[in-house]
């Protein structure tokens, strides 16, 4: 898949719209009851890009971005101003934050990732697009050097040095911050200058996309 290791401008996107999107099935019986079906495993994202779009400029630099991406053609990063960060609403990034696997004394690699709730269904998900020297790790409650493992910012893969592996049993936890994954849900930008004078807001669709 053709991804753009480039992020959305940042002032946009802080002033946009959107968030997780489900697809649930469900049948309704003739006594009331339901049965619900969850269709996919993972939610996915959309974001509407053109709330964030104030000024004629950023229109410009909008417009500017979506040409080299060539429409729906190529993925890139989306900032999203509410889930960016492993770290609780407020709270700094710690190496704490989010459990990432468990060691066994041979795997070096283990995937970055998020847990969403605790009680009940707890969901977990993978962070693909981690932002390059964001990441901190840390052992058995103890933080290493970053000289001790690599950080693929591409893909989330978290890879541990020789010497540096994971003992049987140690929790391995991680803070970061974080992008999503997207492309342009449309081939076409309609720009109307003249209701964008008069206060009217283009519509950019974003869709998160696997990668």
């Known amino acids: 898949m053709s991804f753009h290791e480039i992020l959305f401008p940042l002032d946009i996107a802080l002033k946009s719209a959107g968030g997780p999107e489900r697809r649930t099935e469900i049948v309704t019986f003739g006594s009331g009851r339901e049965a619900r079906n969850a269709r996919w495993a993972h939610s996915r994202r959309r974001y509407d890009a053109g709330y964030g779009v104030k000024t004629l400029a950023s229109l410009q630099a909008v417009v500017a971005f979506f040409e080299e991406r060539r429409g729906q053609l190529h993925g890139f990063r989306w900032r999203d101003r509410l889930d960016h960060s492993s770290a609780a609403p407020g709270s700094p990034v710690s190496p704490l934050d989010q459990g990432i696997g468990t060691g066994d004394g041979t795997t070096a690699t283990f995937q970055l990732a998020k847990t969403y709730g605790s009680g009940f269904a707890p969901y977990t998900r993978e962070i693909a697009k981690p932002v ?67 206060g009217a807001i283009p519509k950019i669709p974003l869709v998160e996309i696997r990668v």
């Open 132 to 198: 390059a020297g964001s990441v901190r790790v840390a052992v058995a409650g103890i933080e290493l050097a970053g000289s001790a493992f690599s950080v693929d910012s591409a893909s989330g893969a978290v890879t541990f040095l020789a010497g540096h592996i994971p003992a049987s049993g140690a929790a391995i936890t991680a803070g970061f911050l974080f992008d999503v994954p997207v492309r342009f849900d449309t081939d076409y930008l309609e720009v109307d200058l003249s209701a964008f004078a008069a």
